[in-house]
Structures are given as C-alpha cells and as structure tokens.
C-alpha cells in the first residue's frame, strides 16, 4: 500500500485526526516560513501548534493510562460468585444452539425455558445432559457433595427431565436429552457454540458448598485455548452420555 492510500485510510478511520491536523499546520508553517513570513505572524501561530500538540499529548496518556489499568487486571477478577450479567445477555440473544451439563438442572431449566423454546423455534438445536437418576452409586455421591439426600437428588433430576421431555413433545426432536454415569466435575451452560458469538459459562462444582457453587467464569472464542478447551469438554461428556427415550 503506497503512502499517500495508507494516509488517506488512517485519515478516514479518524483514530489518528489529531495528529494528522497537526502534521498539516506543521508543514503549512514551515512553508510560510521558508517564503518569508512576518515573524510576528509566525510567532502566535507555533504557539498555537505547541497548543495543539500539548492537547494530542494529553489525549494520548489517557488512552495508555486506559489500557494500562485494563491490563492490570487481578487474576482472579474473571470469577464470579454467580451467573455474570454478560450471561444472560447472551442466553437471550440465543436462536441456533444451548447445551447444558450439570448437576440437576433444577435452577436453570425454569429460567431458562423460554429461552430454550425461542431456540427451538428457530429451528436451533438443545443438548441436556444430566446424571443418570437410577444409578444409585452416582446419586449417593451427588447428595454427599451437595449436603442433600439421595431422594431429594433424585426428584430434582426427574422433574428436569420431565420438564424437558414436555418441551421435546411440543417442539420437536431437535431437543436432545442424555444421562451420564460420570459425576459432574463442573456446570457448563453454552451459547452458540460454532459461532462467533458463542458463550460458554462454566460453574466449579466444590463439596458442599454452603451457597451457589463457585467459582463461575465466562468464555469465549477470544479466549482461545481455554474455550476450545471446554468446547471440547462439551463434546466428550455428550458422547459419552445415554441417550434417554
């Protein structure tokens, strides 16, 4: 790219006006004074176009200061101790894919219903996964790290799986359900998956957590490595499910 189409490019974009205004007094005055220019005139004008320069400058640090108190960033502020607004926004912006890995579904299959129909309308596709409620070793252990009783697991687990089996009937095959015999490690709730607006929200799972279980942390495909490390994940645990009828 030549020079003169580089500048009129950067000119347009208008990130670097200032400085192109500036370079262009710069050269005017320079002209002027070369032709001969009363000095008197050409005095206030410099004064003016150190002004100028003095207020691109200023300009300039606090875009730096910007991104230099962005990158300080401590390492542990992509955690959450609940589901991050930037989730929801993204579950309602949804309309091709959800999946769901976890534990019950007991929380997020209601508030989460509406959502999962509008999917389906549009013809998108929804993956649930859920623990195999008649594994009874897997409940046990289930109950043990969720400080609830067997019974109580149980029910949580069939009324999601009822629930999303009512949606199935009314909307069609493109929900898909299975069950697992693997204890679920962590909750995973992804968005668009194979887009560019994909989202993907994973929950820590602890033992006996006193509240909501924690830490939870949002992905995306700018995240690179750790994204396409729990896309994977994903995929794993789905193949590695049951299908449920």
């Not at 790219?1 to 192109?20: E, G, H, Y």
């Not at 320079?30 to 200023?58: E, H, N, R, T, Y």
């Not at 640090?61 to 990158?71: F, G, L, M, P």
């Not at 939870?216 to 750790?226: N, R, S, V």
Request: charged letters at 20%; a neutral charge.
């Amino acid at each position: 790219m030549s020079f003169f189409a580089w500048a009129l490019k950067d000119i347009k974009s208008r990130q670097n006006l200032d400085v192109w205004i500036l370079a262009a007094l710069a050269v005017i005055f320079a002209v002027l004074g070369i032709v001969g220019l009363d000095a008197k005139f050409l005095g206030p004008c410099m004064l003016g176009l150190l002004g100028v320069l003095a207020i691109s400058q200023i300009k300039s640090r606090d875009q730096i200061s910007k991104v230099a108190t962005t990158w300080q960033r401590g390492r542990t502020d992509i955690f959450s101790d609940d589901f991050p607004e930037e989730y929801y926004n993204a579950r309602a912006k949804a309309s091709s894919h959800y999946f769901f890995a976890g534990m019950s579904m007991k929380r997020t299959l209601p508030t989460m219903e509406r959502d999962i129909k509008r999917i389906l309308r549009n013809n998108g596709t929804v993956r649930i996964l859920l623990p195999d409620p008649t594994d009874e070793n897997l409940i046990q252990m289930i109950a043990t790290t969720r400080s609830q009783n067997s019974e109580e697991v149980i029910v949580d687990i069939q009324n999601s799986l009822t629930s999303a089996k009512n949606i199935r009937s009314q909307l069609g095959t493109n929900l898909e359900i299975r069950t697992t015999r693997v204890l679920p490690r962590v909750g995973i709730n992804a968005l668009e998956l194979g887009l560019p607006s994909a989202t993907l929200m994973v929950q820590m799972y602890g033992f006996a957590p006193a509240n909501e279980a924690k830490p939870i942390f949002l992905l995306t495909p700018a995240d690179k490595e750790w994204f396409e490390h729990f896309e994977d994940e994903t995929d794993r645990l789905w193949k590695a499910g049951s299908y449920y009828p």
